[in-house]
C-alpha cells in the first residue's frame, strides 16, 4: 500500500487512577524528523517511543504530543531518613555531656527536626506505566498510519491518472515524429525547385539534407526513456511501500528527457505537447513529494 507523508493520530485513555492522551500529526520531509513532547515523567522511556514509532513512521516531520493527567490522591509516601537522625542523636548526646544537662529528646521531637520524615511521591511501577504508555502510543500510531494510507490512495489514483495522460502525449509524439521527415522532404524539394525553376533534383543531396534535419530532431530515444520512466513510476505506484524517494529521482529524469525534447523540436505541435508534458511532470513531482 502507497502511504502520504501527511497524517494525523489521536488515542485517549481514561481510567479512575489516570488519563493519558497522544497525538501523532505529520506532513512531508526528506527524512524522518521526529519531535516528542511529554511530561518529565516519561523522559525515560523517549528512547522506547522512538524505537516504536520508527516500526510505523519511515518519513516525515512528525510532532508527537503525550500529555498524562494522574487522578489518584494517595500518590505519597513517608520517607524516613534513619542515618540523619542518628546524626541528629549524635550531636544531642555530644551536647548533653558538653554541658552536663539532661539528653530528654524523645522520638515526637526529633521526628520534626528537618529532613528526618519527608513526604514523597510514590515510586512508579515503571513496567506498568511503560505498558499504559506504549499501548497508547501504538494505538495513536495505527491510527495516523490509517490517515496516511487514505491519502495515500487517493494520490496513487489522481498520480495513475496523470502518469496515463503522460503516455497519450508520448503516444502523439512518437507518431508525430516520422511524418516531420516526410513534410520536412517535401518542403525542401518545393523549395530547390522554386529557386532552381526546374524540377531537376539531386536526390542525394535532399537525402543528405533530411537526415541532417532528422539527427537534429529525432527524439525517439527520448521517448522511449520517458515511457519507460512513466511505466516504472506506475507500477512503483501499485506496489506501493516506501517508494518517496525513488519515484522522486525517477521524476527528475522524466522531467530531463521532456527538456530534451522541447530543445530539439521545431515543429509547433510536438513543443505543445512537450510543455504539456513538462507541466504534467512538474505536478507528479510535487505529489511524489508527499509519498512516504
Known sequence: MLKSMTGFGRYEVVTDEYKISVEIKAVNHRYLD??????????YFEAGIRTLLKTYIQRGKVDVYINYE?????????????????????VFRQMAEQFGIENDVKVSALSRYP?????????EDEEQLW????????????????TRVAEGERLKGDLVAK?????????????????????????LEDKVKELLASSTIDESRIAAEVAIYADKVCVDEEMVRLRSHIVATRKKLLEGGTVGRELDFIAQEMNREANTTLSKSNDLEVSDKAIALKT????V????QNIE
Do not use: H, W
Open 280 to 283: 504534467e511532470i512538474e505536478k
Open 70 to 90: 494522574d487522578y489518584t490522591e494517595g500518590n505519597l509516601c513517608l520517607k524516613y531518613n534513619a542515618s540523619l537522625a542518628a546524626e541528629y542523636m549524635d
Open 163 to 187: 502518469l496515463d495522460d503522460m503516455l497519450g502525449l508520448v503516444d502523439f509524439i512518437e507518431a508525430r515524429a516520422p511524418r516531420l521527415l516526410v513534410e520536412y522532404r517535401q518542403k
Open 131 to 146: 505498558k499504559v504508555l506504549s499501548d497508547t502510543v501504538e494505538e495513536a500510531a495505527k491510527r495516523f498510519v490509517d
Open 285 to 288: 513531482r510535487e505529489q511524489i
Open 115 to 123: 529532613e528526618v520524615l519527608t513526604m514523597e511521591e510514590a515510586p
Open 34 to 43: 521526529m519531535s516528542i513532547k511529554m511530561p518529565k515523567k516519561f523522559s
